[in-house]
């Protein structure tokens, strides 16, 4: 009976898939190149035709995904870097947003101007543990009110002090929200109530200022922002529910033009208990966002960290795309470039096996997530399931064999996304959780040796 | 009122876990809201746990033998962190050998702790100091 219509916008592709959920398949499937300039409805249009080319089929409702103007663009300030600071930006990640700025500590003058013309959507502020440090955010507070610029604001830090905090940004007319501490206590991460409310603002506020509420003649709901939809359909792959059962631990990939993120969907934080857990604790759901990696706008820098791909070649290639993102694609480069992405941004997202010699031998602990026993690595996004070595650029998520302390899974299986599926059915995994995984569970394509 | 923050924690690479549990019971016993590191603590980790819940002292233990390494410049940082006011203490068996205390005390001080405990010392001594201390800076009812 209920047939939904579902697009992800915003991106180089407009994609767009019908979901028939009884039947629990896939009715139809396109993608179209939108420049990000066009209005948005002209992309859903042509994909719409595409899809309807073929068939006719009564939709109950459409809904949509959306990283359109630059996704929803968040600052994040803390106290300690390694603490509150890091416990913010794992709250924006989770929430599909992206960090355009990180603050530490007490701002000065020019991060304030920073902030000023950053065009941000949402500040999260932060730091302090409940009852612990309040000055931070007190002076920071008193900082942000000198602000010209107004946009919302979470207050996600030491308990203590919200009520002034609020009061005070209130006055001069920001809207301030209040949450729970992202970290209440030493090294506990508390990030569920912020993702929510993020969520809230996006839907309330944001969508309007992106210029995305003219879709609603098109369609039904802008429900979330294109990496939570993600986020939300491989947790469902990963954990399942109680009718259907999930895949286990899984590490995914999507490398964009200009960003690469990887997820982790984790039973277990310390996998071996013999070894201590230091610093803050990890989300078992994670997102990273690695803003320098990308096959695109951040080619050249990926190059750069990369000096043994150098050559001549190579260097022609890097000027051409710097000269024209969207034309030149070389497959051989790209894949290069692609797996140097998968490499680094794995390495950034996963933990450490600490080392410490002692006088009585070797002791270790772990810092941030053990992914080694991950046996699911998924390829999400057109660089990488248009890619005819998707196999061996997903391969650099695994352990090398002389960085055994960086916790990378020790063997996997590989899937692709080929038919754009898993950011278009996250818009449905509240309302047909069962359904989403049992379609993904049969879609994604498992890559074999070649 | 709101309980005071301690932090305590083995510094090093020093794994002697069974003091420290002690010395959390304690602490939080005698009143005060333990943030425990647990053992194997970098210095930093002190220090940044010390500035996120505000805390008023910082317990350190060493019983390894090799504390007067992992120390080094300790007090020097934490008043670069803005510290200054955070009472620190140390004890457990600073130094390998019997050699005598009030060295090694005298050591401990010019690294810039306040209070330096021999072996063995009753872990109530550290709690009575650190309350008559806390009192004496007007912090402690
Ligand atoms: C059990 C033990 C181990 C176990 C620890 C297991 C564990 N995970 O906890 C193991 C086998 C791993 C071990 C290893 C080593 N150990 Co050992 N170990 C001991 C032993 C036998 C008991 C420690 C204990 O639990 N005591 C009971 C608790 C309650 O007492 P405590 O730790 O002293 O803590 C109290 C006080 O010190 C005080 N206190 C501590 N901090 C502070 C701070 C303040 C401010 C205050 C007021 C008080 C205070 O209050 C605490 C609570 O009451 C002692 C000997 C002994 N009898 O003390 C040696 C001893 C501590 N170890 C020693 C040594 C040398 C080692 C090793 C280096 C050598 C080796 N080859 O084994 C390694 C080091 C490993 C490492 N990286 O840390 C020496 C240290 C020598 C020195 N410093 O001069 C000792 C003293 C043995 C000895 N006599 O040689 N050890």
Known sequence: ????????????????????????????????????????????????QKMFKDITVHIDKTYVCSSAKGGLKMIAIGLVPDLTLKAAQLACYSAGAKVIKSYSFELNQKELDEIENSNCDILLLSGGTDGGNTSSVRHNANQLIKLKSRFPIIYAGNKSCQDEIKTQLEQVGFECILCANVMPSYGILEVDECKNKIRELFLKSIVKAKGLSQLNEVIDEIVLPTPLSVFEALKLLSKGTKNESGIGDLIAIDIGGATTDVYSMNEKLVVNEEFGYKGLQEPLEKRSVEGDLGLRYSASHVYELKTDLHSTEFDAYINEINN????????ELDTQLASTCVDIATQRHVGRLETSYTPM???????????????????????????????SILSQCLTKPNQKDILLPIECEFYLDKDYLISCLGLLSKQYPDVVIRILKKKL???NHV | MEKINVVIGVIGADVH??????????????????????????????????????????????????????????????????????LLYIGGNLVVGKSDFSEVEK????????????PGADINQGIEDLKNDLKEKGIYA
Request: proline share 3%; hydrophobic share 35%; with cysteine.
């Open chain 1, 1 to 48: 009976m209920p047939n939904f219509c579902l697009f992800d916008v915003g991106s180089t592709y407009t994609k767009g898939c019908i979901v028939d959920t009884d039947q629990e398949i896939i009715l139809a499937q396109a993608s179209d190149f939108t420049t990000s300039s066009t209005d948005i409805s002209i992309g859903i249009e042509k994909v719409k």
């Open chain 1, 324 to 331: 024209n993102p969207h034309l030149s694609s070389n497959i």
């Open chain 1, 361 to 391: 031998g070797i002791s270790y602990y772990q810092t941030g997530k053990d992914c080694r026993n991950v046996k699911q690595c998924i390829g999400i996004g057109g660089p990488i399931i248009y890619n005819p070595n998707a196999r």
């Open chain 1, 445 to 447: 394509e498992k890559l």
């Open chain 2, 17 to 86: 876990a069974v003091g420290n549990r002690i010395i959390d019971y304690a602490f939080s016993q005698a009143g005060f809201n333990v943030i425990n590191l647990g053992v194997m603590v970098s210095q930093k980790e002190f220090m940044d746990a010390a500035i996120e819940t505000n805390a008023k002292a910082i317990i350190v233990s060493s019983l390894y033998g090799h504390g007067e390494l992992d120390c080094r410049g300790m007090g020097d940082m934490l008043k670069e962190a803005g510290l200054e006011d955070v």
């Open chain 2, 107 to 118: 050591l401990f001080k010019s690294m810039g702790f306040n209070r330096v405990y021999p």
